[in-house]
């Protein structure tokens, strides 16, 4: 499949989950064309590069070591991410990255998360969670910083001074996030 084919197919794909993981799994039978869906997601065409995100979000949860053998241009990918729609899914897959970084369990791939990794979705995640973003984008950033800050010593009083500052203003979903991330913190 070229891009051409692969920008084709993505305008069949609909926010259904079941529509999703279908085209995830041609993405999933083709890993060729992971890096060829992050450079549309990073194109920031709406709704294109919505639907690309939508669709990397999905292979990443069926499989996240297509994303980790494509980790540096997923990585540069972030900063040119703009849209809400391609933000909310990329931060999910900051989120599991992460996730899968720090767990015991984590996924066995050819590479793990660089220091160069983690800053680069550290700086991704303080923007979307100090951005004019919705609630989704800004969770899951908490929950990032709060992982990657377990190695990374400055980032815990960052995410503190920040969700104190904001707390008022944000949405009764964002306050029941930073209230348990503030719990959290405040144990160490």
């Known amino acids: 499949m070229t891009k051409e084919e692969l920008y084709e197919a993505l305008k069949y794909v609909s926010a259904s989950r079941d529509n999703r993981n279908k085209m995830a799994s041609k993405i999933e039978d083709n890993p060729y064309l992971v890096p ?7 194109e920031d065409k709406v709704p294109i590069s919505c ?3 939508w669709v990397l979000e999905s292979v990443a949860k069926i499989n996240l ?3 980790l053998i494509h980790i540096d241009v997923f990585i ?3 900063k040119y991410i703009s849209l809400e729609s391609s933000v909310r899914p990329a931060s999910k897959i900051c989120q599991l990255l992460v996730l899968n970084q720090f767990s015991k369990k984590s996924v066995k791939s050819i590479q793990k998360l660089t220091k160069y990794h983690l800053n680069g979705i550290t700086e991704v995640a303080f923007d979307w969670l100090i951005g004019n973003y919705k609630v989704a984008p800004k969770a899951y950033s ?3 910083l709060l992982l990657i800050g377990r190695t990374i010593s400055w980032i815990h009083p960052e995410l503190q001074q920040i969700l104190k500052q904001n707390y008022q ?4 979903a964002y306050k029941a996030r930073a209230r348990m991330t503030l719990k959290v913190l405040e144990k160490k």
């Open 36 to 42: 060829i869906l992050i450079e549309i997601i990073k």
């Open 51 to 53: 639907k690309a995100g």
């Open 65 to 67: 070591h297509y994303i």
């Open 76 to 78: 540069d990918s972030l």
């Open 142 to 144: 908490m929950t990032t």
């Open 169 to 172: 203003s944000g949405s009764a």
